[in-house]
Every structure is written in C-alpha cells, then in structure tokens.
C-alpha cells in the first residue's frame, strides 16, 4: 500500500475527517485531503506523521477497529490496545513505503551522466525491407509481430531519405520494446538512425502509467530526447485503460497500428501500412488525439537560447513555492556586483550589455520580489578552500545562455556567499541548506516550483534543459527536494555560513 492508500485506510476505519486530522496535525483540510488522493507524498522529514500516528491509536477504541488494524498491520491486538504502542506500530507502517526518490535519482544521474558515444552503427545494420503493397497491409502478430513491425517501419523511414516528422503513440503493454535487450538496443540504433537523418519526432506519452515507469521510459529515451528532436506530449486526463492503442505514423511513408485489450498483447494484430490515403486518415486520428493533450516537457539545447530564456521566464513569473539544488552557487542569488564583472571577463573588457545583464537583473528583481510571499528552499554545495582560491569554481551560468564557462574569483566567491547570507537574514521565506553528499549533486540544476513545473538542467557537456509541467512529475520531484531539508536550522547556517566567509577572507 501506498502512504495515500494508508492514510485513508486508517481514516475510514476510525470515521476520522479531514478537517478533525488537520487540527490535531495543525495541517491545512486541503492538505490533508491532497495526501489522503494521494495528489501530495509526504516529505521524509514530515513532522506530521508520528501526531497522525497518535491520533489514530487514540481513535482505535471499538473491538472491530482492533481486530481489522491489527491484522492489517501484522500486529497483535494487545500491541494496539496500547495507546503508546500502537503509535508507534502505526507510525513504522505509515512510513514503511518503497523509496520513491530512486526513479527521480536514476533519471537526475542518467542525465547529468550522459555524453555521446561514437556511433558503431553501420550503414545497412538492421535495415531489411519487405516487399510492400501499395495496398494491403502486412500483418504480424503478437509481441514478436510487433516488433517486426516496428522494424519494417523504422527501415522505411531510413530509407526514405526525405526528412519528416513521425508521430508516435502507443499506450500498450510496453514488453515489445524492454522486453528483450537484444530488441532494445536494434530499436535504439535504428532511432538514432532515424533522428540523424534529421527526421522530428511528436510522441504522445501515456501518464497514466506508474509514476517510476514513466519516469524509467523518459530514461530509455534520454539519448534521443538530448539530440532537442523529439517533442513529447501527453493527455492530461484519466483513461479507462482496458482498450489499448498503437499508432506510429511517418506521413510521407508508412504507418503502424495496433489495438489490444488491457495487457493481453499475445495474439493482438499489426499492420504495417503503406497506402496514402490510410495514412491520411491515421494523421487526421493523430491530430484530433494530439488537439486533446498537453505538451509533456519542452526540450532545450545549445542552439535554443531565445526559447530557453523566454521559458524560463514565464516559469519564473508563476508564483509558488520553490526549491532549487545545484552544484554551486545558484545564478538567482549571484549579486549583481559579481554578474557585472563576469560579463565584463567575458567580453574581454570590451564590455556592452547584449541584453543578458539586463536579463539577469530582471530575474533577480523578480526572486527578490517573490521571497516577501513565498518559501524558496536553496540547496547550495560550497566548494572546498582550494579550489576556491585557484579559481576553479564553475558559476551556474547556463551553457546555453553563454557558450564559455565562467568561473568565480575568489573575492567574486565571497561575495555571493556574501549576498545568501544576506538573504537569509533578511529574508525569512528564504531558506538554505548546505548539501554534505556533494557527489550526489554532481552535474545538474533541478529548479522545482510546487504545483507548477520543474526545470531540469545538465551542467556539464553536451548542455540541456528539460522544463516539465505534468503534476505527477512535478510532484515527484518536489518531494525529491523537499526530502532533503526545508532550511529547519537555520541558524545554524547563517553560523556557518559566517565561518566559512570569515576563513577565506583570512587566507585570501
């Protein structure tokens, strides 16, 4: 069972309310009721929890609630007629759940981790073509069939030379493509293949899924989304999920259909199709379906800077509750001091603002404005003395705003650490913790706003930004950050925070 399942398990067994548990919890009804859908998870440090486990050992009195918890919980009665034992028995179960962040963890390395390997893949490999009526399609059946299928497909399109946008959908059971490693890795080239004949790719991704295996499948095609080829989408709403569909659609050569019944793809028929005006048709299907959905992320690379820059914006401008991690200094809290210099090190001196200076005040002008309503949790990593002083610390500068990687000085590092103290002694929404696992921040910038989206960069080589706004995805993130810290100790930052300030002014 999941917390959510657990939760309003023990609040129907003790007839508890929304609003009861909220005022024993000193948590908002709504809130209450998010976690009771199952829409919000429970922060790993959630101080709610163990009252929540007090109040239900309390409200377990009848010889019914007893018997049932005790059962469920694997305990013995005795255990729950002890109010203080049953407490903690409940809390143990309450917190006894799989750990969600691995999914978010895994796709976080894959992405700060990825670099193009040389391609070993040969002109002909994997291309074999059928002979093709113009009219009658070719069938093959099962997961096998499907496979087959999906081959002929991707050989057309290879063959065809002409580039053009594929659209892509299936929402069946996905052991056609991870099922079989060998499969897997002759789909990937042909891909690859597919994407370096410069073709697009419109894929309408299927979030009804679990959340870990979507997040595993934005893994799988990782490679393929960094190439800024592939626009994904997805439909926002809920589907019953007992007819499934296959459509993968290249307008100007070929399609591929399918259609099963919940996961029973055994014996399911695939047509491989290569008639014009069955393809138009099976566009037209494609369009009204896409009309419905929403875009799933938007995808930036290095030659997306305007796009990246506009994006990041509008994001900026939702008012919410953040939490940023990076593996430095975060750009929003950088003294605009410190901007100034840098952009005149980038230009050698011969400094005028191209707009990016302008840009970055404006930005700050905006986190600035938003700390007087809102929380912003900065989980920061300081770099040790040395590197400091040899001015080998990397800025979080985006590589897609600028080409170059900027590095502080060591007076333009003091004064950033500078200006977060600042912040936080002046700003009591503005919260900072210090990460001490620093190799697990390596390589990325995660940018969470709760209820509005995330904004995921790769630090390092190639550069790439993912900005996602699905509300599962965003919430599974969220609780990934909000895991770590909200800043509690704050006091004991801004100390430390003073000392380490304090020992490299005195070794500067």
Same mark, same amino acid.
């Given at each position: 069972?999941?917390?959510?399942?657990?939760?309003?398990?023990?609040?129907?067994?003790?007839?508890?309310?929304?609003?009861?548990?909220?005022?024993?919890?000193? @948590?908002? /009804?709504?809130? *209450?009721?998010?976690?009771?859908?199952?829409?919000?998870?429970?922060?790993?440090?959630?101080?709610?929890?163990? =009252?929540?486990?007090?109040?239900?050992?309390?409200?377990?009195?009848?010889?019914?609630?007893?018997?049932?918890?005790?059962?469920?919980?694997? *305990?013995? %009665?005795?255990?729950?007629?002890?109010?203080?034992? /049953?407490?903690? *028995?409940?809390?143990?179960?309450? +917190?006894?759940?799989?750990?969600?962040?691995?999914?978010?963890?895994?796709?976080? #390395?894959?992405?700060?981790?990825?670099?193009?390997?040389?391609?070993?893949?040969?002109?002909?490999?994997?291309?074999?073509?059928?002979?093709?009526?113009?009219?009658?399609?070719?069938?093959?059946?099962?997961?096998?069939?499907?496979?087959? &299928?999906?081959?002929?497909?991707?050989?057309?399109?290879?063959?065809?030379?002409?580039?053009?946008?594929?659209?892509?959908?299936?929402?069946?059971?996905?052991?056609? @493509? $991870?099922?079989?490693?060998?499969?897997?890795?002759?789909?990937?080239?042909?891909?690859?293949?597919?994407?370096?004949?410069?073709?697009?790719?419109?894929?309408?991704?299927?979030?009804?899924?679990?959340?870990?295996?979507?997040?595993?499948?934005?893994?799988?095609?990782? =490679?393929?989304?960094?190439?800024?080829?592939?626009? =994904?989408?997805?439909?926002?709403?809920?589907?019953?999920?007992?007819?499934?569909?296959?459509?993968?659609?290249? =307008?100007?050569?070929?399609?591929?259909?399918?259609?099963?019944?919940?996961?029973?793809?055994?014996?399911? &028929?695939?047509?491989?199709?290569?008639?014009?005006?069955?393809?138009? /048709?099976?566009?037209?299907?494609?369009?009204? #379906?896409?009309?419905?959905?929403?875009?799933?992320?938007?995808?930036?690379?290095?030659?997306?800077?305007?796009?990246?820059?506009?994006?990041?914006?509008?994001?900026?401008?939702?008012?919410?509750?953040?939490?940023?991690?990076?593996?430095?200094?975060?750009?929003?809290?950088?003294?605009?001091?410190?901007?100034?210099?840098?952009?005149?090190?980038?230009?050698?001196?011969?400094?005028?603002?191209?707009? @990016?200076?302008?840009?970055?005040?404006?930005?700050?002008?905006?986190?600035?404005?938003?700390?007087?309503?809102?929380?912003?949790?900065?989980?920061?990593?300081?770099?040790?003395?040395?590197?400091?002083?040899?001015?080998?610390?990397?800025? &979080?500068?985006?590589?897609?705003?600028?080409?170059?990687?900027?590095?502080?000085?060591?007076?333009?590092?003091? @004064?950033?650490?500078?200006?977060?103290?600042?912040? +936080?002694?002046?700003?009591?929404?503005?919260?900072?913790?210090?990460?001490?696992?620093?190799?697990?921040? !390596?390589?990325?910038?995660?940018?969470?706003?709760?209820?509005?989206?995330?904004?995921?960069?790769? %630090?390092?080589?190639?550069?790439?930004?993912?900005?996602?706004?699905?509300? !599962?995805?965003?919430?599974? $993130?969220?609780? #990934?950050?909000?895991?770590?810290?909200?800043?509690?100790?704050?006091?004991? *930052?801004?100390?430390?925070?003073?000392?380490?300030?304090?020992?490299?002014? #005195?070794?500067?």
């Amino acid at each position: 069972m999941e917390f959510n399942e657990k939760l309003d398990y023990l609040m129907k067994i003790t007839k508890t309310t929304n609003s009861s548990l909220a005022l024993y919890t000193s @948590l908002d /009804a709504s809130y *209450v009721s998010r976690l009771r859908r199952g829409d919000r998870k429970p922060a790993k440090n959630g101080n709610y929890i163990m =009252p929540m486990a007090v109040y239900f050992s309390k409200h377990c009195n009848e010889k019914y609630q007893i018997e049932i918890l005790s059962e469920t919980i694997k *305990v013995k %009665t005795s255990v729950i007629l002890d109010n203080e034992s /049953a407490a903690e *028995v409940i809390y143990e179960w309450l +917190m006894k759940i799989d750990d969600e962040k691995k999914p978010v963890e895994d796709l976080l #390395y894959k992405i700060s981790n990825f670099s193009y390997q040389k391609s070993n893949i040969k002109n002909n490999e994997d291309i074999h073509m059928t002979n093709f009526n113009s009219i009658e399609p070719n069938v093959y059946y099962g997961v096998d069939g499907k496979r087959e &299928a999906v081959i002929q497909f991707l050989s057309v399109v290879i063959n065809n030379k002409k580039p053009q946008t594929l659209l892509l959908f299936s929402d069946e059971d996905t052991e056609w @493509l $991870f099922g079989d490693l060998a499969f897997t890795e002759k789909w990937a080239n042909l891909m690859t293949r597919v994407i370096m004949g410069g073709n697009r790719i419109k894929i309408i991704h299927t979030v009804s899924r679990d959340l870990d295996e979507m997040l595993s499948a934005i893994s799988k095609w990782l =490679p393929l989304y960094m190439t800024g080829a592939i626009e =994904p989408f997805f439909y926002p709403k809920k589907r019953d999920g007992i007819f499934k569909r296959t459509l993968f659609i290249a =307008p100007d050569s070929a399609a591929v259909t399918s259609s099963s019944i919940s996961s029973m793809t055994k014996n399911a &028929a695939n047509f491989v199709l290569r008639e014009k005006n069955t393809i138009k /048709a099976l566009i037209g299907e494609f369009n009204d #379906y896409l009309s419905l959905c929403r875009p799933l992320m938007q995808i930036f690379t290095s030659v997306d800077k305007d796009r990246y820059l506009e994006s990041l914006s509008e994001f900026e401008n939702e008012e919410s509750n953040s939490i940023i991690s990076t593996d430095t200094l975060s750009v929003l809290t950088m003294p605009e001091v410190v901007a100034e210099k840098m952009s005149k090190r980038l230009f050698n001196e011969n400094y005028k603002d191209d707009g @990016l200076l302008t840009y970055f005040k404006i930005r700050r002008h905006k986190f600035e404005k938003g700390l007087l309503d809102n929380k912003f949790v900065d989980i920061i990593k300081i770099a040790d003395i040395d590197s400091i002083k040899s001015g080998q610390v990397k800025t &979080a500068i985006s590589n897609i705003v600028i080409k170059d990687d900027l590095y502080y000085s060591t007076e333009e590092y003091i @004064l950033h650490l500078e200006n977060i103290l600042y912040l +936080m002694k002046n700003y009591h929404n503005y919260n900072v913790l210090i990460h001490k696992n620093n190799s697990s921040v !390596n390589g990325y910038m995660l940018y969470v706003k709760e209820d509005i989206g995330v904004v995921i960069e790769k %630090t390092s080589f190639p550069p790439v930004v993912f900005a996602i706004n699905e509300s !599962n995805m965003t919430a599974a $993130f969220w609780d #990934y950050l909000d895991s770590m810290g909200s800043g509690a100790y704050r006091k004991n *930052v801004i100390k430390e925070l003073e000392e380490i300030i304090a020992d490299l002014k #005195y070794l500067k």
